[in-house]
């Protein structure tokens, strides 16, 4: 497995689509583990990470707002890797990217390339002949 650098509070919280104050708050609250580095810098393993975004996607009322309004490409999908499962040829990628959701069917060889474990930092894009749009129901 790749060596994994550790996420830092603001980079974990541009992943969940949260301020690095409310990533630091539930750090506090026992909800997310943290270490520091030799500077004192809080740091989170990606695998901690990753456990932590789905357990944050699934609770009640997760905020659904996109968490990256900043770019042309709206079906893309900054997250990270939650799951891998690889076979002889393909393989399955898992990646919560805020509260989505959202499995790959790909080479097991692009799994190795790209390097892709559990904590890993990734981007899903999705690109859909077909787009189904749901009115939701008036408040």
Known sequence: MPHMRPYSIGRAAR???VSPDTLRRWADAGRLP????ETGRRLIDGP?????????????GADTADPSPYTSARNSF?????????????AQVEIQAGPHR???LLTRESVEELGLAVGTEAVARVKATNVHID???PA
């Open 34 to 37: 943290t270490r520091r580095d």
């Open 15 to 17: 992943l969940l689509g």
């Open 102 to 104: 959202l499995v790959s």
């Open 48 to 60: 901690d990470l990753a456990a932590f975004a789905v357990a944050l996607a699934s609770e009640e």
């Open 135 to 137: 009115r939701a129901a």
């Open 78 to 90: 900054p997250g990270i890797v939650t799951a891998v499962t690889v076979g002889d040829v393909v």
